[in-house]
T-cell receptor, first 110, second 111 residues
Framework: DTEVTQTPKHLVMGMTNKKSLKCEQH?????MYWYKQKAKKPPELMFV???????INESVPSRFSPECPNSSLLNLHLHALQPEDSALYLC?????????FGPGTRLTVL | GEDVEQSLFLSVREGDSSVINCTYT??????LYWYKQEPGAGLQLLTY?????DMKQDQRLTVLLNKKDKHLSLRIADTQTGDSAIYFC???????????FGSGTRLSIRP
């Protein structure tokens, strides 16, 4: 299995909702990443997990809460989001010199 | 600091070669990357080059690295309609876990 999967593909939520994005990989990678990508912009790094521990948090607001239950899974819990949080959320996994991206979850916050 | 720059648009005729250029600032980057993103999709790692190399070829793709000028290019030979996408140049950041992306070059193919 050489791919990163993400669910759901699309998500529409209100500002008072709580939802979660999920990411899974079975390539044995010990680093997993969350990125946010706005339209016509490059991906912006949000979080990095290394060996299931949070190693980088790029000053992301607390309404985004990452979780790494095991080495294959990465979640992003969402609560009280704002309309400006609407974006494509990309998960990646990788080794030092390669990152493999999932297809993303397109999130719309109403 | 870390910064990666690339032109925003490139239009080429089908069958011609496409050359996408990129400049970066961090001379200590060990790896430099090219990613492809098709509409509505995630990023696909096309190729990467180690900083002690000056060229890497993989089928239709040729990467050239000029370390002195901190210039990276991606050449796509015999460009096809399926090559239409945004191409991101990226460098390894100061932390080995980070990748610094350029703004992306939108490649469009005309018949």
């Amino acid at each position: 299995d050489t791919e990163v999967t993400q669910t759901p593909k699309h998500l529409v939520m209100g500002m008072t909702n709580k939802k979660s994005l999920k990411c899974e990989q079975h390539m044995g990678h010990r680093a997993m990443y969350w990125y946010k990508q706005k339209a016509k912009k490059p991906p912006e790094l949000m979080f990095v997990y290394s060996y299931e521990k949070l190693s980088i948090n790029e000053s992301v607001p607390s309404r985004f809460s990452p979780e790494c239950p095991n080495s294959s899974l990465l979640n992003l819990h969402l609560h009280a989001l704002q309309p400006e949080d609407s974006a494509l959320y990309l998960c990646a996994s990788g080794a030092r010199n390669e990152q493999f991206f999932g297809p993303g979850t397109r999130l719309t916050v109403l | 600091g870390e910064d990666v720059e690339q032109s925003l648009f490139l239009s080429v005729r089908e069958g011609d070669s496409s050359v996408i250029n990129c400049t970066y600032t961090d001379s200590s980057s060990t790896y430099l990357y090219w990613y492809k993103q098709e509409p509505g999709a995630g990023l696909q790692l096309l190729t990467y080059i180690f900083s002690n190399m000056d060229m890497k070829q993989d089928q239709r793709l040729t990467v050239l690295l000029n370390k002195k000028d901190k210039h990276l290019s991606l050449r796509i030979a015999d460009t096809q309609t399926g090559d239409s996408a945004i191409y991101f140049c990226a460098e390894e950041g100061s932390s080995a876990s980070k990748i610094i992306f350029g703004s992306g070059t939108r490649l469009s193919i005309r018949p």
